[in-house]
């Protein structure tokens, strides 16, 4: 089994910055594609931020310019630094990820269960 686990969401003020982390977890023999989406209320998901298999980044028109993608393969983990929150950000943050499995070598795309981040005005 594979797991996908957020941490850094909360609450902040318009103009702050937070840095989410995704670490990657169980039966993994590598990980391909793995990024960021979120999902504000009534709003379907949308891509924030991604690395792609060829390991380019590509973010979301909302967010080019203030978000950072990163990653650290070692520990199978990516990060998201968001600066100049805007509340038009807050949104439940969910991490994804392709991930080849060791037990077949099949590739499967997985979801964290998200982390909220609030910006107030």
């Known amino acids: 089994q594979v797991q996908l686990v957020e941490s850094g969401g909360g609450l902040v003020q318009a103009g702050e910055s937070l840095r989410l982390s995704c670490a990657a977890s169980?039966?993994?023999?590598?990980?391909?594609?793995m990024g960021w989406y979120r999902q504000a209320p009534g709003k379907q998901r949308e891509l924030v931020a991604a690395f792609t298999n060829g390991g380019r980044a590509n973010y979301g028109d909302s967010v080019k310019g203030r978000f950072a993608i990163s990653r650290d393969n070692a520990k199978n983990t990516v990060y998201l630094q968001m600066n100049s929150l805007r509340p038009e950000d807050t949104a439940v943050y969910y991490c994804n990820a392709n991930v080849q499995r060791l037990q077949d070598f099949s590739v499967m795309n997985y979801w964290g269960k998200g982390t909220l981040v609030t910006v107030s005005s």
């Open positions: 169980g039966s993994i023999f590598s990980i391909a594609a």
